[in-house]
């Protein structure tokens, strides 16, 4: 089955730029979700299609997607968006949902 | 608005079956998709699987043969059976209403409610 690949963390300081990455066999033909989870909360769809926000997401998401590697990308990282991330997409092979391991996002 | 509630029984022995059950309000169960997606302690997301049309089911293929999602909707409620649990299914179970599409995605999710495996 599709095999979706995070890191398991990464740390920046608040005011830089964070991306976290999805990596997939040819993923850039997939369309990619991504969603944010704080503790103790359930998950929120921040990014869909690999570059579109829900209404209420702020412009400092944003997404791409190419080649083997989909990337979430947060501008002027604020303490607030410290959570845990997760990428998604569907597999049409077997039909059905895949997620990524998630990616623990640290504002130092 | 709309809005999801899970309720289960916390607590499911070995071997059993666990139930949950997602109710919504604000909207009604007869349009878009509905998924259960669980998350064992400390780790990460699962999908379950879905129901729409009140009636077509897809599940993940490594839990088919012990789940089913059914929905009542005269109660706009959906429900998850998983059969022959054991610890590893231990988890918080959340239920989401999706937008289908190439891509499913959950775009509006419960709080979940957190179902034990053990004697």
């Known amino acids: 089955s599709y095999v979706l690949t995070q890191a398991s963390s990464i740390s920046v300081a608040p005011g830089q730029t964070a991306r976290i990455t999805c990596g997939g066999e040819?993923?850039?033909?997939?369309?990619v979700h991504w969603y944010q989870q704080k503790p103790g909360q359930a998950p929120v769809l921040v990014v869909f299609?690999?570059?579109e926000r829900p209404s209420g997401i702020p412009e400092r998401f944003s997404g791409s997607n190419s080649g083997n590697t989909a990337t979430l990308t947060i501008s002027r990282v604020e303490a607030g968006d410290e959570a845990d991330f997760y990428c998604?997409?569907?597999?049409?092979?077997?039909?059905?949902?895949?997620f990524g391991g998630g990616t623990k996002l640290t504002v130092l | 608005q709309v809005q999801l509630r899970e309720s289960g029984p916390g607590l499911v022995k070995p071997s059993e079956t666990l139930s949950v059950t997602c109710s919504v309000s604000?909207?009604?169960?007869?349009?878009?998709?509905w998924s259960w997606i669980r998350q064992p302690p400390g780790k990460g997301l699962e999908w379950i699987g879905y129901?729409?049309?009140?009636?077509?089911?897809s599940y993940n293929p490594s839990l088919k043969s012990r789940v089913t999602i059914s929905s009542d909707t005269s109660k706009n409620q959906f429900s998850l059976r998983l059969k022959y649990v054991t610890p590893a299914d231990t988890a918080m179970y959340y239920c989401?209403?999706?937008?289908?599409?190439?891509?499913?995605?959950?775009?509006?999710w419960g709080q979940g409610t957190m179902v034990t495996v053990s004697t």
């Open positions: 998604q997409v569907w597999d049409s092979t077997t039909e059905h949902r895949v």
């Open positions: 989401a209403r999706d937008i289908l599409g190439a891509a499913p995605r959950s775009v509006i």
């Open positions: 129901i729409y049309d009140s009636g077509t089911t």
């Open positions: 604000g909207g009604s169960l007869s349009t878009y998709s």
């Open positions: 040819n993923i850039g033909s997939r369309s």
């Open positions: 299609d690999d570059i």
